[in-house]
């Protein structure tokens, strides 16, 4: 139920499993309201289960929505069924508060063609003054596709916080039949300040990876564009990257998502965002390795009009005035780089596809890290997926940590797939790299890789990282941690389970952030 001044919401109650005759389990409730001064909102309650043929797990419920310095309620999961249940959306937040997380979509558990995991709630907008919540990641599925991970919620209009961060695509669990499940959506900043909520990953696949959802836009006047989430690993197909972010005036275009590696076909990475006036454009995501052939990079983001490098792979550009630019930048930036190892204005490189290796640190002054390398396949029985590289620091003044690069897949008898790298942190202001996902192993006695460690928050504005989402099976492939909260954020949401295995931890709250949300288990696994 509800409060008035002061108290917490309670918790909405678990939904039914379906009775015989009945193909649909009962929609969780919604979680109480909190306390208008003191008290935290109720999470919405966990969707019901239905194993009858062709049925659908109930609904989570939607979390309730938070007092005036509390955050939304976390949605509720949905339920297991032939066809998943829909994640609960995650509660609007407060007049200061963020939105609540959304909950996780439900298993699919029928191996009929045309069913489909549950899809993540999206996650809560922001209040007037609050940053957004972080989708739910999509319910795993042994049918046709897996969930597709919920969007992040909008920050509130007169926002300092961030968009919420898109939830990750489900599992596709199926050899030779299940697709990974799309990102979610990063949600939108403010009017005037903040950045672009992060994409999420797009979820690994029997035949085609999931493709990375898109990165928020960024306030008007202050901010960066979200990066765009990876796309998942495919056996077939890898998934495309999502596109990143654009920008405010002052701030850098979010880097574009890496494609997903395969032991076919890798994923093309997807196009950076650009700046406005004064920042980068972000890096293109690179394309990912494939068993026959890689994916393409993407389109690299172009600069401010002031002051700004061009992301990775940007178009040759026309304008004398912007080729004069960037010439003399270049200039300025080659000793700092040769001295130090990374610009002084502009965005760390992303590391080589397959290999494995860190993204580079942003500019001393400005700029995105570059993003982790996904970890090589491995053919070899008993063989381990190798790991994901690191995702690049953030640049001194502003800039966006690096994503994790995802682990690599192994495709021999009692293979371990990689584990997924950690973001990159921000340092005084920007949003740190998600985890990356953990490498699929896909023959006789597999486990999967667990997911890397979400980056930290800017100190002084940015939203933590969102741990990796693990693979199954097993429960080798626990989702990775969130990342710590800088002065005002909460702590990272903590990434999913693969099949079998247990979610991240939730974040940790620095000064006067709450701490992240766990990350959901996989099925069978703990939350």
Request: proline fraction near 1%; glycine fraction near 46%; avoid cysteine.
């Amino acid at each position: 139920g509800n409060t008035m001044l002061w108290g917490s919401g309670g918790a909405g109650g678990v939904g039914g499993a379906a009775a015989d005759g009945a193909a649909l389990g009962g929609a969780g409730g919604r979680g109480g309201n909190a306390g208008m001064l003191f008290g935290a909102a109720g999470s919405g309650g966990t969707g019901g289960f239905s194993f009858l043929g062709g049925g659908t797990g109930g609904a989570g419920g939607d979390g309730g929505t938070g007092g005036l310095f509390t955050d939304g309620g976390v949605g509720g999961s949905g339920g297991a069924g032939s066809n998943g249940g829909a994640g609960g959306a995650g509660g609007t937040g407060g007049l200061f508060g963020a939105g609540g997380t959304g909950g996780a979509g439900g298993f699919g558990t029928s191996s009929t063609l045309g069913t489909v995991g549950g899809a993540g709630g999206a996650g809560g907008a922001g209040g007037l003054f609050g940053a957004g919540g972080t989708g739910g990641s999509g319910g795993a599925s042994i049918g046709s596709t897996a969930g597709a991970g919920g969007a992040g919620g909008d920050a509130g209009m007169f926002a300092f916080g961030d968009g919420g961060a898109g939830g990750a695509g489900g599992e596709g669990l199926n050899n030779g039949q299940t697709a990974g499940g799309a990102g979610g959506a990063g949600g939108n900043a403010g009017l005037l300040t903040g950045n672009g909520g992060t994409g999420g990953a797009g979820g690994s696949g029997r035949t085609t990876g999931g493709i990375g959802g898109a990165g928020g836009t960024a306030g008007q006047l202050i901010g960066s564009g979200g990066t765009g989430g990876s796309g998942g690993s495919g056996i077939t197909t890898g998934g495309t990257g999502g596109a990143g972010g654009n920008s405010g005036v002052l701030g850098n275009g979010g880097n574009g998502g890496n494609g997903g590696a395969s032991a076919t076909a890798g994923g093309s990475g997807g196009a950076g965002g650009n700046g406005l006036l004064i920042g980068n454009g972000g890096n293109a995501g690179s394309g990912a390795t494939g068993g026959v052939t890689g994916g393409k990079a993407g389109v690299g983001g172009i600069s401010g009009a002031l002051l700004g490098a061009d992301g990775f792979n940007a178009p040759l550009s026309t304008n004398p005035v912007h080729i004069l630019q960037q010439n003399a930048l270049s200039v300025v930036n080659q000793p700092v780089q040769a001295l130090t190892g990374r610009p002084l204005i502009g965005n760390g490189a992303n590391g080589t596809p397959g290999s494995g290796a860190a993204g580079g640190d942003g500019g001393w002054l400005f700029g995105n890290g570059g993003n982790g390398a996904h970890g090589a396949t491995n053919t070899a029985a008993n063989g381990t997926g190798g790991t994901g590289g690191a995702g690049g620091a953030g640049g001194g003044l502003f800039g966006n940590g690096g994503a994790g690069g995802a682990g690599g897949i192994a495709t021999g008898a009692n293979g371990i797939g990689g584990i997924g790298g950690a973001g990159g942190s921000a340092q005084l202001n920007g949003v740190g790299g998600t985890g990356g996902s953990g490498g699929q192993s896909i023959n006789t006695g597999a486990k999967g890789g667990a997911g890397g460690h979400g980056g930290n928050a800017g100190f002084f504005s940015g939203a933590a990282g969102v741990g990796g989402h693990g693979a199954g099976p097993g429960a080798t492939g626990v989702g990775g941690a969130g990342g710590t909260g800088g002065l005002f954020a909460n702590g990272g949401v903590g990434g999913a389970g693969g099949s079998g295995a247990a979610g991240g931890a939730g974040g940790n709250g620095l000064v006067f952030g709450d701490g992240g949300t766990g990350g959901a288990g996989g099925s069978a696994g703990a939350g």
